[in-house]
C-alpha cells in the first residue's frame, strides 16, 4: 500500500523522528540528572521524600509507561495518529519544562518532590503513548517492502535521544562552574526541551494523517472501542502475547543491558569516572546508531525475525565475556603501581570528619583517587573509589560498548515493522503499542533492581565473579523470548496487514 | 513444528507457575516486609503488576499453545 513519494516520506520521518527523539531526550534527562535532583527535591534524610523519589524513578519507568499506551494508543485508533503523538509531544515537553521550575524542596517544602512525582507520572504517560504512535504513522506512510528501513529512522531515536541529553548536560557542565551548575545549571536541559519541542510541534502540525488511518476512517472502518477488539479478542490477543513473549520482552532487557546496565557498571562497579563513563558511552552510542538503519534496511530484505533472533542470542553468548573483559580493564590487581607516585593527604573539616585521600598512579596511566570520610558525630565511614583510565582502555571500553550497542540494533532496528505488520490499522496504535511498552517498562525497566539482587547475593555467597551475576537476568529473559520467538514467529509475517 | 509448539506450550505454563513461586516467596514478600523504602516500591512492583503479568501473560500464552492456536493450519 505504497501512496507516499520519497520526498513526502523524509518529511513524514523527520517530522515523526524529531519528535520521539525529544520525548526521549526528556525522559532520559530526569535519569542522567537524578543524583542532582535527589538533593534538589528528594532529601535523603527524610523517608517520605525519599519514597517520593523511588516512585519517581519506578512508576513513571514501569507502571505509568504501559497505561500511558493503553490509553493514548485507543485515543490514536479512534482519532487519528497525528493528533494523538502531538499531544503526547505536548505534554511530555510542558512536563519537562516544568520540572525544570520547580522550586526547590528547601524552597517549598514537600510540595515540591510531589509536584516532581506528578510532572514524572505525565512523563510517562506521553512516553507510552508517543512511540506506538510515530511508528504506526511512519509505517502507514512507507512503500511496501521498505518497511523496515524507513521505521528503523524511529528506532534510532531513543538512542539519539539518551545521546543529546549526555552531551546537552555535559555541554552545560563543561560552560558553568560547577557551584553554578549545581545551583541552577542543572535546570537548563530541562529548559532547552521546551524549545525542541515547539519547533517539533510545529512541523507536526502541518503534516497530514496516515493516509491508511484517513482511508479507514472515510470508509467507517475504525474500531469503536480499541481496548475491547486488541485484548478482548482472542485472536488478536494470540498476537498481543506474541509480540510480548516472542519478541519485545528479550529486546527490553537487551536493550537496557546495552546502554544503561553498562553506563551503571562502569560507574559503580569499576568505579570509573563519572565524565568519562558519559563521553565513551555517548562515542559508542554514535558509532552504533547507523546500524538501527541498517539492521532495518536488512530486515526489508531478510525478514525482521532472523535478525531479531541473532541479536537476542550473541547478547545471551557474549555478555558474560564482554562484562568480564571490561571489569578486567581497571582491575588494579593485573597493574603495576609507581610507588613513587602515590600520595596519601588527610583533612579535618571544621565538623571534625576527616577525609583521607589516598592517589595512586599505575605504568599504564591510569590514576586512582580512594577517599575514606570519618564522620565524628555518626561513628561511622564512608569510602568512595574514582578510577581515570588511561586512552587505550578508553577505547577497549568503547569498542566492548558498541558491540553491545550491535546487539541492541539488532533486536530493537526492526521491531517498529515487526509490530505493526502484526496487528489490523483499526487497532494497530492501541496493539502494538502495549507489548512494546510492557516488555521496554517492565521487563526491560526492572533490570536494574532485578540484576542488583542477582549481584548482592553472589556477594553474600563468597563468589569471586560476583559483579557477572546481574547479568543471569537479562540472559535468562532473552533465552526465553529466544526460544518462543523462534518456535512461534513467523519470518515471513504472514499476519501482515499492511 | 505444530507438535514441539503444543508441547512447549505446557513448558510455558510450568514456567509462569515456577515464576510465580519466585516473584512471591522469593522477590515479593521480603521485599515488601523490609524496612527499606526502596525495597517496598520494588516489592510492590513485582508482586502486583510483574506477577501477574507473568502469570496471566505467560499462562494464557501457554495455553494458547498448547490447544493449538499458534499452529500453522489455524493462521
Keep these: 500500500m505504497g501512496k507516499t513519494s520519497t520526498k513526502g516520506i523524509w518529511k513524514v520521518i523527520s517530522a515523526s523522528s524529531m519528535g520521539t527523539m525529544i520525548e526521549w531526550y526528556d525522559f532520559y534527562i530526569f535519569g542522567s540528572l537524578a543524583v542532582v535532583i535527589s538533593t534538589k527535591f528528594f532529601p535523603s534524610d527524610n523517608p517520605t521524600a525519599a519514597f517520593l523519589s523511588t516512585l519517581a524513578t519506578f512508576a513513571a519507568g514501569f507502571v505509568v509507561r504501559p497505561f500511558g499506551a493503553l490509553f493514548f494508543g485507543r485515543l490514536g485508533d479512534i482519532i487519528g495518529r497525528k493528533y494523538t503523538f502531538m499531544a503526547t509531544l505536548l505534554l511530555m515537553g510542558g512536563s519537562t519544562f516544568l520540572i525544570g521550575c520547580i522550586p526547590s524542596y528547601e524552597t517549598i517544602g514537600f510540595l515540591a518532590p510531589l509536584l516532581v512525582l506528578i510532572l514524572r507520572l505525565l512523563q510517562g504517560l506521553a512516553l507510552g503513548g508517543e512511540y506506538g504512535g510515530a511508528a504506526t504513522y511512519v509505517a502507514e506512510h512507507a512503500p511496501v517492502g521498505q518497511k523496515g528501513y524507513w521505521t528503523s529512522w524511529i528506532q534510532t531515536t531513543a538512542t539519539v535521544g539518551l545521546f543529546i541529553s549526555l552531551m546537552v548536560i555535559l555541554a552545560t557542565k563543561s560552560v558553568l562552574s560547577s557551584e553554578s551548575f549545581d545551583s541552577w545549571g542543572w535546570r537548563v536541559p530541562f529548559w532547552v526541551s521546551i524549545v525542541m519541542v515547539g519547533i517539533s510541534y510545529l512541523i507536526r502540525k502541518n503534516m497530514d494523517e496516515s493516509p491508511v488511518f484517513a482511508k479507514a476512517k472515510k470508509e467507517g472502518t475504525t474500531s469503536t472501542n480499541p481496548l475491547k477488539e486488541s485484548f478482548g479478542n482472542r485472536y488478536n490477543l494470540k498476537f498481543v502475547l506474541l509480540a510480548l513473549f516472542g519478541a519485545t520482552m528479550g529486546q527490553g532487557v537487551v536493550w537496557y543491558t546495552g546502554q544503561f546496565y553498562a553506563m551503571s557498571f562502569m560507574k559503580t562497579v569499576m568505579n570509573i569516572d563519572s565524565s568519562q563513563v558519559d563521553s565513551l558511552l555517548g562515542i559508542a552510542l554514535l558509532l552504533g546508531t547507523p546500524f538501527f538503519i541498517v539492521f532495518g534496511w536488512l530486515s526489508d530484505k531478510v525478514g525482521r525475525k532472523y535478525i531479531m533472533m541473532l541479536g537476542m542470542l550473541l547478547a545471551i553468548l557474549f555478555y558474560r565475556p564482554i562484562y568480564k573483559m571490561m571489569y578486567n580493564t581497571t582491575d588494579v590487581n593485573y597493574k603495576t603501581e609507581i610507588v613513587d607516585a602515590t600520595t596519601q593527604s588527610v583533612e579535618k573539616l571544621k565538623n571534625n570528619d576527616i577525609i583521607t585521600s589516598i592517589s595512586k598512579t599505575y605504568t599504564d596511566g591510569t590514576t586512582y583517587v580512594e577517599k575514606k570520610t570519618d564522620f565524628a558525630n555518626k561513628k561511622k565511614s564512608q569510602s568512595s573509589v574514582i578510577i581515570n583510565i588511561n586512552s587505550g582502555d578508553e577505547w577497549t571500553l568503547i569498542f566492548l560498548v558498541f558491540i553491545q550497542v550491535l546487539f541492541v540494533t539488532m533486536v530493537y532496528g526492526p521491531i517498529a515493522a515487526f509490530l505493526v505488520e502484526m496487528f489490523p490499522t483499526k487497532i494497530r496504535y492501541t496493539s502494538m503499542s502495549l507489548p512494546y511498552h510492557v516488555g521496554n517498562g517492565i521487563f526491560g525497566g526492572l533490570l536494574p533492581a532485578i540484576s542488583t539482587y542477582f549481584v548482592t547475593h553472589a556477594k553474600a555467597a563468597g563468589k569471586s565473579d560476583f559483579y557477572l551475576d546481574g547479568l543471569w537476568y537479562p540472559i535468562i529473559i532473552a533465552s526465553i523470548c529466544f526460544v518462543i520467538g523462534m518456535v512461534y514467529v513467523d519470518n515471513k509475517n504472514k499476519i501482515n496487514h499492511l | ?75
Design chain 2, 1 to 75: 513444528m505444530n507438535k514441539i509448539k503444543q508441547a512447549l506450550g505446557v513448558l510455558w505454563v510450568i514456567l509462569a507457575i515456577a515464576a510465580t513461586y519466585f516473584c512471591v516467596f522469593e522477590f515479593g514478600l521480603p521485599k515488601l516486609l523490609s524496612d527499606q523504602q526502596d525495597d517496598l516500591v520494588f516489592g510492590i512492583i513485582i508482586l502486583f503488576i510483574l506477577t501477574p503479568l507473568i502469570v496471566l501473560g505467560l499462562g494464557t500464552f501457554g495455553y494458547f499453545a498448547v490447544i493449538g492456536e499458534y499452529n500453522n493450519k489455524k493462521k
